[in-house]
């Protein structure tokens, strides 16, 4: 029998079918795609995309969408806050009443009475919404810093009047070299504050009968900071705002003062004052609350002793003697024997709403 030849196809499957399975299927990896996330954008603290004039910080703070419009008549009955009506005397500064954490303001009419715009016996009705325990996280103003004074380079423009040596808040080298020395191992601006507030308080005594007994409003806040720290003694809030001012401008803080009244008058008969004056501190791009007893960037309960809570600012100022004080001197100073507490108190400032939400 002959040899049987081979077809060339026969060969080909004889040589694929020695190949192993492994070669001769390569399987195709199809690989996988994860899925494109886009990142969420971080909102600006200090923008305003609902265009309600809050920013939104504020916002988030006080429990409000800062990306819903909200109105004046919503916050007014918005959870946690005090809404009042109210009728001032001089001092008062429109376009300062606004811009902080804690309260908005409402302008219902100026009662001019044919003076200069603004003059003495001038008065403001508005609507405000307190936010009474509205305060920033502990963060947002614990911020570090390298040397003592800070360095003025660091703060806005508008705000370097707020760093300056005036008339009665005025910055004594001798002050600055004191708190130098006490604060040179503070490490964040809440505690360079904190120590400057606490250190007062052990070494500051008030005396009511320092400068005169029988002194005129005038006078009072006329008291100068550079004269009560070298005596280390202050009289009323309002020297102790004024001294405050100098002693953490001198350490490079921007310091407001800021001129404040009582919302309900039941408060001030129970207080036994009229108002009491403050201070703002520019920390991180925001006005920050403090007082000479409360503290920074404090919250309050309404039944705390100085009820602190009701108070509505009118005026924000660098020195004590801007202000147009000509109605408080002539109310407290001329009408003192001849009128009541509650007479003289409606004369300067009558709360005419009042609400607790």
């Known amino acids: 029998m002959g040899k049987k030849s081979i077809t060339f196809l026969q ?8 190949i192993p399975t492994s070669l001769a299927q390569t399987p195709t ?14 909102p600006d603290p200090y923008g305003d995309p609902d265009g309600d004039t809050y920013p939104t910080r ?21 959870p946690g806050t005090i809404y009042a009506k109210m009728r001032v005397s001089q001092p008062f500064e429109i376009e300062d009443m606004n811009g902080t954490l804690y309260q908005v303001v409402k302008i219902n009419a100026i009662e001019d009475n044919g003076t200069p715009d603004y003059a003495s016996d001038d008065h403001l009705i508005f609507e405000v919404v307190l936010f009474p325990y509205a305060k920033f996280d502990n963060s947002e103003i614990s911020i570090p810093i390298n040397k003592i004074p800070i360095s003025s380079e660091s703060h806005l423009d508008d705000k370097q009047i707020y760093l300056k040596s005036t008339e009665v808040s005025d910055i004594t080298q001798k002050m600055q070299v004191e708190l130098n020395k006490l604060l040179s191992d503070s490490k964040n601006i809440r505690d360079l504050i904190d120590t400057v507030i606490n250190w007062n308080k052990k070494n500051f005594t ?9 002194l005129t409003y005038l006078d009072l806040v006329s008291i100068k900071s550079s004269d009560m720290f070298e005596r280390k003694q202050t009289k009323f809030s309002t020297t102790r705002s004024t001294l405050l001012a100098s002693e953490l401008r001198a350490i490079g803080l921007p310091t407001a003062i800021i001129f404040g009244v009582y919302t309900t008058n039941e408060t001030n008969q129970t207080q036994g004052g009229y108002m009491h004056p403050q201070n703002l501190v520019w920390i991180n791009n925001q006005w920050v609350r403090v007082d000479y007893n409360a503290g920074l960037n404090y919250s309050v309960q309404l039944n705390d002793p100085f009820s602190y809570g009701y108070l509505v600012f009118t005026d924000l100022y660098a020195d004590p003697s801007e202000p147009d004080w000509e109605m408080w001197s002539n109310v407290l100073d001329n009408y003192k024997e001849n009128s009541t507490y509650e007479e003289r108190w409606w004369r300067l400032h009558k709360p005419l709403e009042f609400r607790e939400n």
């Open 58 to 78: 504020f916002e988030q703070i006080w429990g409000t969408d800062p990306l819903e419009f909200t109105s004046f008549e919503e916050l007014s009955i918005h």
């Open 11 to 18: 060969l080909l499957f004889i040589i694929s079918s020695c």
């Open 206 to 214: 008030v005396n009511e009968e320092l400068w005169g007994s029988n």
């Open 29 to 42: 990896i199809t690989p996988t795609l994860s899925p494109t996330v886009t990142p969420t954008p971080t």
